[in-house]
């Protein structure tokens, strides 16, 4: 018959060996997500400060996936800016004496306020307020970035033809021409302190820093001029 010690003795044993097994244990899929999970939380509600909404699936992960146990917290981060595509990767970390790396995936989709063309547009038109409007798009769904500063539309001018509704991108707009065919403009010959100037007409249109041709209009000269700045041409002596 055993000793009520020896009793207490073994069951102290059984809790400590329970215990053993516990803490090395790997880590689960189920772990894993919820890490995931909250990661992806914890940006959703940094965003929705910002104005965004944000909603998010994670993947899935093999059930028979066993890593080694982490006893440190998991790190997560996006393996990609999460603002350029709406199918992301998740790398999720563990440091420590048997450090681990897996990736997984995620749907996250941004939606918030950017700009769009008002109405149908022609290639070439520069841009005012009232040709575009702020409307709610999913902003990691425009491949090329969504504009949602208005000071970066208005006044430029599109590359190409647009249709109401169309969301403005970068690639859509460049910066529009400082001197346009017909244009009035200031020329302004010599060096240094010593400068003649006359006014004179552009014969094309040209953007700052490029080549014009210009017609002096108190010589009817016709001459090549480097635009510095819109309405203003440089002839260099």
């Known amino acids: 018959m055993r000793s009520p010690i020896a009793n207490i003795l073994s069951g102290l044993m059984l809790i400590v ?6 803490t090395e244990s790997g880590t689960t899929p189920s772990q894993i997500r919820a890490e995931a999970d909250e990661f992806l939380s914890g940006f959703a509600d940094a965003q929705a400060e910002e104005g965004f909404d944000v909603r998010y699936e994670v993947g899935a992960l093999d059930d028979r996936l066993n890593l080694a146990p982490c006893r440190e917290a998991m790190a997560v981060s996006f393996a990609r800016d999460p603002f350029r595509s709406d199918r992301q990767t998740l790398e999720v970390r563990c440091e420590g004496e048997r450090p681990w790396r897996l990736f997984l995936s995620a749907r996250v989709k941004i939606h918030g306020p950017a700009y769009v063309a008002s109405r149908a547009l022609g290639r070439n ?12 798009v999913m902003i990691n769904g425009v491949r090329e970035g969504a504009i949602r500063d208005l000071s970066s539309v208005v006044g430029m001018r599109l590359d190409r033809p647009v249709s109401t509704g ?12 400082a001197v346009a065919r017909g244009d009035h403009v200031m020329i302004s010959a010599g060096s240094g302190a010593f400068r003649v100037r006359s006014r004179g007409k552009a014969l094309g249109n040209a953007q700052t820093g490029e080549q014009v041709m210009v017609e002096n209009l108190s010589s009817s000269r016709t001459v090549r001029a480097r635009v510095v700045a819109p309405g203003r041409v440089e002839i260099p002596m």
Do not use: W
């Open 125 to 136: 038109t520069r841009l005012t307020r009232s040709m575009v409007r702020e409307e709610q």
């Open 166 to 177: 169309t969301v403005l991108t970068p690639r859509l707009l460049s910066e529009p021409d």
């Open 17 to 22: 060996a329970v215990a053993v097994n516990a």
